[in-house]
């Protein structure tokens, strides 16, 4: 690639939400996509369960919201949720025409329907799945759809330093024109300019020691926006997901919660069912109450895991529903259609992000953010099952209907000063940066996980402004490499989880404090807003 290159569109990650924008954008437009690693390695990859959706006659659309806005514990935004949850069949057959094969089942007649399964918090059937491997189905199509694309530029290994933004060159108003990249192949800063930018870099579950998300689960796109000047909210409601296979040489490998639907149960060390105690939808209870549940269990006891057990159904049906989850387990000498599996709670989605509107757009004028970096009040305190990839699809339509209608009036593009790295050296302490990046996972998880204190999340403040003064030291000295991009970003992100949980003295949803365990909806039922400049 160039040193500089110019784009009508510049999406900075490869999922779901950024592959889908690019489709739409590119009838029209020049577009350039980036992914940080390979191209299909990120969250929609490994999404298992599906796409919430109605799609039966006996579901409806005011059913799907009432259990969105009773999951989301009193934060969610109808009007929001309202609008998505309606833009839910047409995203299916969005996606079906792109090649994404769902599995189906026979009708009463004899003719195939798309199969649906129930995943907790819903109240009915409703996620449309390609067997349990959905998001790989989806990213696979996405992919090949892209490839295909004479107007769309796809560069893996291409990671972003930062936002290019006309308040930084000295410009009023401020806009963002683009972002600095570094070429992991060359190894090599390329400056990229583009009249309109969009972050879809996904989730920042790296910053927890365990946690279903790959590695690329950095926090970039936030932490690039805060840095720009972006407002985010929320960012105390991480979702830890309640089933993940608990087994030392099993990386972060997550047990899609459609074999609860189908009936897996959770049981104590020694087979006793325990999730009646804490909710009367027991296995399919929301996730925060699921997790917490489990939690609670393991420290009771003592124990590493719980079990999540699915054979009562026969093994053809494990088999046939389940092939990706009974192939992994087998990997591991576990055959899940004759014995439970050991499963522990991990971090899986954070709630919060970049605001946005409905169409993505952020504060920042020329900077839309999309899918799980963004805000947009779907999900309030408590994100439900499969409504994530939902979200992805229908934003991005959104945000490319958005992009088109306000092409005509951007402004030209400013020059852009290429990267300076002519004051830093190669980095001599490369060490330095793998110890903090496990400090900070570690302390996030002591102290900022399912269960919190104040106490616990002051002690997490004062450590991680430690951390962001050596890295930012070691930022300002050395040059850029993918580890410490990832790293400040990640240390940015934990901070604003950290400040955003001390702002709420209260539990709701998937913050949890035990200074504070009752609902307080007189004070806080309320999105936690953080702004530039507020250092509270």
């Not at 579901?59 to 919201?65: K, L, Q, T, W, Y």
């Amino acid at each position: 690639m160039p040193h500089q290159r110019d784009y009508d569109v510049l999406i900075i990650g490869s999922g779901a939400a950024g592959l889908s924008l690019a489709l739409h954008l590119a009838t029209r437009y020049r577009v350039c996509v980036l992914a940080k690693a390979a191209v299909t390695e990120g969250a929609t990859y490994y999404a298992q369960g599906g796409i919430s959706a109605v799609m039966d006659q006996a579901d409806s659309i005011e059913s799907h919201v009432d259990d969105t806005l009773r999951a989301g514990a009193g934060l969610c935004h109808p009007t929001v949720v309202e609008a998505i949850v309606k833009r839910g069949r047409e995203q299916v057959d969005w996606l079906t025409a792109q090649g994404v094969p769902f599995t189906t089942t026979a009708a009463d007649d004899g003719t195939p329907t798309i199969h649906l399964t129930q995943e907790g918090g819903h109240s009915r059937r409703r996620v449309v799945h390609a067997a349990d491997a959905t998001g790989r189905a989806v990213e696979d199509a996405l992919h090949r759809r892209v490839l295909e694309h004479p107007r769309i530029e796809l560069f893996a290994r291409h990671i972003a330093i930062d936002l290019i933004t006309t308040g930084k060159l000295g410009g009023i108003p401020d806009r963002c024109v683009g972002a600095y990249v570094l070429d992991r192949t060359a190894n090599e800063v390329v400056t990229i300019r583009a009249k309109w930018t969009v972050l879809a870099t996904g989730g920042a579950g790296k910053v927890y020691l365990y946690t279903s998300n790959p590695d690329v689960a950095t926090g970039d796109g936030i932490a690039m926006a805060w840095r720009a000047g972006c407002t985010v909210a929320n960012m105390e409601f991480v979702q830890f997901h309640p089933t993940c296979l608990y087994h030392p040489h099993a990386k972060s490998f997550l047990l899609t919660e459609a074999l609860r639907g189908e009936g897996g149960r959770l049981l104590l060390p020694n087979g006793e069912p325990f999730m009646q105690r804490f909710d009367a939808r027991e296995e399919l209870a929301p996730r925060d109450i699921v997790a917490r549940a489990i939690d609670y269990e393991m420290k009771r006891l003592g124990s590493d895991f719980v079990y999540l057990d699915i054979t009562d159904k026969p093994a053809d049906f494990i088999r046939s529903h389940f092939p990706t989850v009974y192939s992994k387990c087998l990997e591991f000498g576990l055959d899940i259609t004759a014995q439970p599996i050991p499963v522990v709670p991990a971090a899986h989605y954070l709630c919060g992000g970049v605001i946005t509107d409905i169409n993505g757009r952020t504060s920042l004028p020329g900077l839309f953010a999309i899918g799980e970096t963004a805000c947009t009040g779907l999900h309030g305190a408590n994100r439900m099952a499969s409504n994530s990839l939902l979200e992805c699809l229908v934003t991005a339509k959104s945000a490319a209907a958005c992009i088109e209608a306000e092409f005509g009036a951007v402004p030209a593009l400013p020059d852009v000063p290429p990267w300076d790295d002519s004051l830093v050296t190669d980095a001599d302490e490369e060490i330095v940066v793998a110890h903090n990046w496990d400090e900070l996972r570690r302390f996030m998880w002591d102290y900022v996980g399912i269960v919190r204190t104040t106490k616990r999340l002051e002690r997490a403040r004062r450590r991680v402004h430690l951390l962001r003064g050596e890295i930012s030291d070691f930022y300002a000295n050395f040059r850029v490499t993918g580890d410490l991009i990832e790293l400040r970003n990640l240390v940015q992100v934990a901070e604003l989880i950290i400040r955003s949980a001390l702002k709420r003295k209260e539990s709701r949803g998937l913050h949890f404090t035990l200074d504070y365990p009752d609902l307080d909806d007189k004070n806080y039922a309320r999105d936690t807003v953080l702004r530039a400049g507020d250092f509270s």
